[in-house]
């Protein structure tokens, strides 16, 4: 059983740890029956049970008022999840992440339109920023916007999308040619049948999850579709990433959780020489480093989330900080729990084999490791 100590932490209130509570009851339960042969069926199934069962609610802004995302919510959420199913936790974080421009900055009737059906499960979003030439340097971004009468032309690509080739609806930044550099990206909502977006190529990942490259040729929104203004583009990345990457350490830690757990049933049911592993001082050590990080990562996590919810405008310095830390120590984590299991650690289908995998994405997506540490350097020189 995971160390749930951390919900008595003064970052959260009752309705905080009631969430954590019922949500880990369910998603023991209901998560056992999604047949993961299939990862995009599995995610569609994911998301409709998600939206079912109102845990989507979290995910967005209700379409009918006006207050914020709850990020300690977010990361609860993506933390049990993942410590159950990673895969679960992939659908989820992507339902927000995909709309997290139009929960933030979006109109009522983009709101009504999109957040309604995301939220029920009834369509799945994605957010397509990434460009074959520019991961993390949004900046230099180089896919077009033209304006052509009384909408938009998009042409160019995006790769290493998330839910590419299963979305309904995508959240894509584009160039309009405000201005250069940052300043001259605008953020487009583009449903999934549009004339002109095609999925290009489906891409293969150590742990299975729909990814593909976007193409758009000539693909034409009407003015409508735009989100906010003209050339805001980048802040409404930075604003939803400042967001959704205190969620990504969440989910590290619980990849963490589940595979400290699993490394102490190993290490107390194990013997050698007639005793349990767990006899054995190294293997202690390994375990008490492992505890250690796990917490750490907690507190930064739940620092980031807190004071955003307390009414920080960014949390930027905050936010890298947690990801930095969380991702980078859950891998140490896993890979301890897997020297631990020996062999059985790489042997395929093995839960922290799983975890494993599952782990290392982590690092790179929504700002990779070295980035936080750019981001969080700049901040302190700076401040």
Known sequence: MADRSFLTWPFFEDGHRTLADELDAWAAKALAQIDHT?????????????????????????????????????????????????LADFAFAMQGLGTGAISLFGTDAQKAEWLRPVRAGQAISAFALTEPQSGSDVANATMTATRDGEGYVLNGEKTWISNGGIADVYTVFARTGDAPGARGLSAFIVPAATPGLDVVARLDTIAPHPLATLRFSDCKVPASAMISDSGAGFKIAMSVLDVFRSTVAAAALGFARRALDAAVDRVSQRHVNGAPLSDLQMVQGHIADMAVDIDAGALLTYRAAW???????????????????????AQQVIDKAVQLHGGDGVRS????????????????????????RVIIARQTMGS
């Not at 289908?349 to 936080?372: F, K, M, N, T």
């Open 38 to 86: 299939d990862t995009d069926q599995a995610c569609r199934s994911l998301v409709q049970l998600l939206g079912a069962d109102g845990w989507l609610h979290y995910a967005t802004t209700d379409p009918q008022c006006t207050g914020p995302l709850d990020v300690r919510s977010l990361c609860l959420i993506r933390e049990t999840l993942a410590r159950h199913d990673g």
């Open 307 to 329: 004071t955003k919810d307390s009414g920080a405008p960014r949390i930027t310095r905050e936010a890298a900080m947690a990801k930095l830390f969380a991702t980078d120590h």
């Open 349 to 372: 289908g093995e839960i922290v084999e799983r975890l494993y995998r599952e782990i290392r994405a982590l690092r790179i997506y929504e700002g990779a490791s070295d980035v936080q």
